[in-house]
């Protein structure tokens, strides 16, 4: 993320507002917009004075796979294994008495029952509106750097180079 501190917790940004100033460029993909920053960067210009900015946002849904109830009740097993592992781990740490790997087991394997009944019961309830597993993303068509107008010049010859 670009408003982190170096030390954790976040800086104070202006998200609320797009950047006023000269665009400089524009590139098709983030990446080559990361690459022009990092040549300001390079050439001791000032980064604080630059933004990237996303043009023409499209929402892109890529669907996976066909979803089925063994496919439902595998991925339920798995994060409710790894949260009862969580939990059996952290009351562990809370109660000395209690013996490990027994406990941390038998909560592995509770939360993995939970989480496959609960996947196949929301799956069933939904079967035939959503039959298939997607991921979602935010991509832009364009990216534009964005500078102050007091630097845009230096800015331009430094990515002319």
Partial sequence: MSN???FGGRAPSDSATIPRGEIIASYESYGEAQAAVDTLA???FPVAEVSIVGNDLKSVERVIGK??????????ALS???LGLFFGFFLVILSPTATSLPFIA???LIGAGFGLLFRIVTYSISRRRRDFT???QVIATSYSLVVSPDVANKARNVLER
Avoid: F, N
């Fill in 4 to 6: 982190q501190k170096p």
């Fill in 42 to 44: 390079h050439a001791d």
């Fill in 67 to 76: 979803q089925s109830y063994a496919r439902a009740a595998i991925s339920g």
């Fill in 80 to 82: 409710g294994l790894w």
């Fill in 106 to 108: 038998a909560a592995s």
């Fill in 134 to 136: 997607s991921t979602m």
